[in-house]
């Protein structure tokens, strides 16, 4: 037997859609007993950009099946409005903002990094490798593979719209509020470890004599033993880091 329900998708969850679907209320036919999150991901959206759905004006989990009849609402993650008392779909929100990123987004990955946060990239991982590395980890994964982001295992996670890494990175501040969580150069950009200071005749195989002339505030990974200090590399990351900031407090 057909049935028919109405659905509504809010905001950015449009950006999934069919121009003909997009900002409007549209019949949605399907056949015997369908969950929630199976039709909303059939429809093209992946369950991780959902943060509530209502039906009938009530707010449901993704387990809800679709009866005949229904009207349903699905609203992304509320950035600007508290909605404490109204049962979300997601699981509660991470209490430490870490991360892992497809293969395609290795710069936003080094960006990510920059700015403090843990951020794995999964460079040689397979989606299935990724989905599990983001639930076991409680890490939000970053992807431009919708597929990946309906797989079931994953509950925090986003399709990031745009192609450029540095706006990637703006629109990924955005969307996590990271703005006020930054700890820039902690991190090495290459591994993700937590850097450690050095003293100049711990590197001085590592790094030009010039550099060691001018600077005395090295640091190190441990892991890879790469070395990082305020050269222009550096002074061209801060200027990147501002720029971000400003663009993201400005929401040009």
Known sequence: MTKRAQFRFYAELNDFLPAEKRMVAFEYEFNGNQT???????????????????????????????EDGDKVSIYPVFEGLDIATVNRVRPKPLRETLFVLDTHLGRLA?????????????????????????????RILLTRDRGLLKRKAVTHGYYVRDTNPRR?????????????????????????????????????????????????????????????????????MERLIQRAMEEVRSGA
């Open 110 to 138: 080094a960006y990510l990094r920059m700015l403090g946060f843990d951020t794995l990239h999964g460079q040689d991982c397979e989606d299935e490798e990724l989905a599990r590395i983001s639930a076991e980890d409680h």
């Open 168 to 236: 990637q990175l703006v629109e990924v501040m955005r969307r996590f509020d990271l703005a006020g969580s930054i700890e820039p150069f902690r991190r090495c950009l290459r591994c993700n470890a937590l850097l450690e200071p050095a003293a100049v005749e711990d590197v001085a195989d590592l790094v030009p004599e010039r550099s060691r002339e001018h600077y005395d505030d090295f640091r190190r990974c441990p892991d890879c033993n790469r070395v990082y200090w305020g050269g222009s590399h550096y002074r061209r």
């Open 36 to 66: 929630v999150k199976h039709l909303i991901e059939a429809a093209g959206v992946p369950h991780t950009e959902v943060d509530l759905v209502l039906v009938n004006s009530e707010p449901v989990d993704f387990a809800r099946v679709v």
